[in-house]
């Protein structure tokens, strides 16, 4: 009676064969796994933002969306900065006394290599019309530490906040990039 099975040269094979795929696979996976956070992470800014502009619209109050370093105290206290790296609160007005004192959301960034950076104010303010406060445009760059590479500037995002208080994502151009 004949046995039938591998050898051991035939399993060796299969091990090789699994392993230059693996080789081949895993630096593109790490890549996909990158850019999704950059896309998860402009896609959450730009949520809160038009959360932001949405209430101060309904509640018929200022609203604000900025950088806190302590965003379960309470009040959460903005920090006037142009790094986000750390997250955001939005926060409103609720009783119209001029403090942010009422926390509508917060988002905290936990991989250490994400960059949030703005080229205008430390935080974003829309007034009860929607229409921001203090600023014409602003721009959130979203990156990792692949910003200095041309060839992944493609995969970076910037969040562009207008005038009129329209915010929306967008691939950044040579030279936009602010990280």
């Not at 750390?86 to 001029?98: H, P, Q």
């Not at 960059?115 to 600023?135: D, E, H």
Request: aromatic content about 4%; overall charge neutral; some cysteine.
């Amino acid at each position: 009676m004949k046995q039938h099975g591998f050898t051991l040269l035939e399993l060796m094979i299969v091990v090789v064969i699994i392993a230059i795929t693996a080789s081949v696979g895993v630096p593109s996976f790490r890549d996909t796994i990158r850019n999704q956070r950059i896309s998860t992470l402009s896609n959450e800014l730009l949520t809160s933002v038009s959360q932001a502009r949405a209430a101060a619209i309904q509640q018929n109050t200022n609203v604000v969306v900025c950088m806190s370093k302590n965003p379960d105290a309470n009040p959460p206290v903005c920090e006037d900065t142009k790094d986000w790296s750390a997250g955001w609160v939005v926060l409103a007005d609720s009783n119209r006394d001029g403090a942010f004192e009422n926390k509508l959301s917060d988002v905290r960034i936990s991989h250490p290599n994400m960059i949030v950076k703005t080229n205008g104010a430390g935080q974003v303010q829309f007034a009860r019309t929607g229409l921001p406060v203090g600023f014409n445009n602003a721009t959130y760059s979203i990156c990792d530490e692949r910003k200095a590479d041309t060839g992944h500037l493609k995969d970076m995002r910037t969040l562009v906040i207008s005038a009129s208080g329209r915010a929306k994502v967008e691939i950044p151009e040579s030279g936009e990039l602010g990280c």
